[in-house]
């Protein structure tokens, strides 16, 4: 098989000819047996090469990556030219809540919410300027769907447990979010909001596979 | 929001979160994006050069990734961001070799060294083994667009080559590939 139309089977099988070359070329197709079983070939081999699994190192690269960016070492972040949106704050602020419950974040800076006063019901969604929150809010819903729906499975305690740790939650997310109307670009705040609505979150999605092992 | 776009939602979120806190200094962040994202990486410095230098070039992209990771911005995925810097190391070290020279004749026969071994029983080769003998050229054409799905435009701007010379490489190591599909 070696005609004109050998080394243009690929852009055939890709697509890449021109009208008038793919009808002249499915012509041939027609009547050429070889060049329609090539034309099979090279799908597969496209198919294959889609298929193709990544694999590991053999070895444990990370060590001298360490060394090289000098990770255990104390690093002085004022060194490093960085800056960040808020969702990549938000980002971050999940990720510390991921690795020490928010504390670690709560401790560098102090949410600017009034703790002490009396409990704000917190305003509607549609008051917030922040709008990043729907997402999360969508997911917290349907968690609390499925919990309400499956809280009948646990005990009666660990549902008193829960119940109020809901409402300790809840609170910090009415006073954040009622914060956020004062100044709803407040960086720091949006983070103390997205931390508060991950717990939220987590709590939901271990308590609801509680539930459902129960059944 | 089913569970599956749940769960896709937060490993971005987790994603996320760690490049903005590894963008930070912080190491324990940026170990836990090398984790998720090595394996990939490192297949595709692999198919793209040799073997033997997969290694070093896999920590070459993560010390380089660390180094850059003040100007990802968010705008694309941390994964899609990492891949084309990957690339962008792999076609460095391509210069640094200067294993471009030669390589992208056009009149150059992909098939010579793959079909050399494929007569002997014991030395017969699987679809990545064939794929790791091709040409220089015709491999990484071939990586860049079918297995990692890069036009041939981008292509040809990316290996300094014209997209139909890109084409035509692509052509030569489909060819030669097709002989070591599992049948």
Known sequence: MNDQWTDRLSEYVDDELANGERTALE???????????????????????????DSAPKANLWPGVAKRI????????????????VPQLIAASIALMLLSGGGAWLALKPPQIASDGPFTPA??????????????????????NVFD??????????????????????????????????????????????????RKLELLRRVNALATAQS | MNDKVLEDTLAADSIGADAALAASGDASAFERLYRTHVNRIHSLVRRMLDA??????????????WEK????????????????????????????????????????????????????????????????????GARQVFVLHDVEGYRHEEIGRMLGIVPGTSKSQLHHARMALRRYLDR
């Open chain 2, 52 to 65: 033997d230098e997969a290694d070093d070039l896999t920590q070459d992209v993560f010390v380089r990734a």
């Open chain 2, 69 to 136: 990771l003040s100007t990802f911005r968010g705008e694309s995925a941390f994964g899609t961001w990492l891949h084309r810097l990957a690339v962008n190391v792999v076609l460095g070290r391509r210069k640094t070799l200067g294993v471009e020279r030669g390589r992208f004749q056009t009149g150059e026969d992909p098939l010579e060294g793959v079909s050399a071994k494929r007569h002997t029983p014991e030395l017969s080769m699987d679809f990545e083994e064939a794929l790791a003998n091709l040409p220089d």
């Open chain 1, 27 to 53: 012509a041939h197709l027609a009547t050429c047996a070889a060049c329609r079983a090539t034309v099979e070939d090279l799908r597969k081999v496209v198919a294959r090469a889609r298929a193709l699994d």
């Open chain 1, 149 to 198: 729906r499956n809280k009948s499975r646990l005990d009666t305690s660990t549902v008193r447990v829960v119940q109020q740790a809901f409402t300790t939650i809840d609170r910090a997310i009415a006073e954040a979010r009622t914060a956020l109307q004062a100044d709803p670009s407040d960086a720091y705040l949006n983070l103390h909001l997205a931390d508060t609505m991950r």
């Open chain 1, 70 to 85: 000098g990770a255990g070492k104390v690093v002085d972040i004022r060194s490093r030219r960085f800056s960040f949106n």
């Open chain 1, 123 to 144: 305003p509607s969604q549609g008051q917030l300027q922040a709008t990043w929150t729907g997402k999360t809010d969508a997911a917290i819903a349907d968690l609390q």
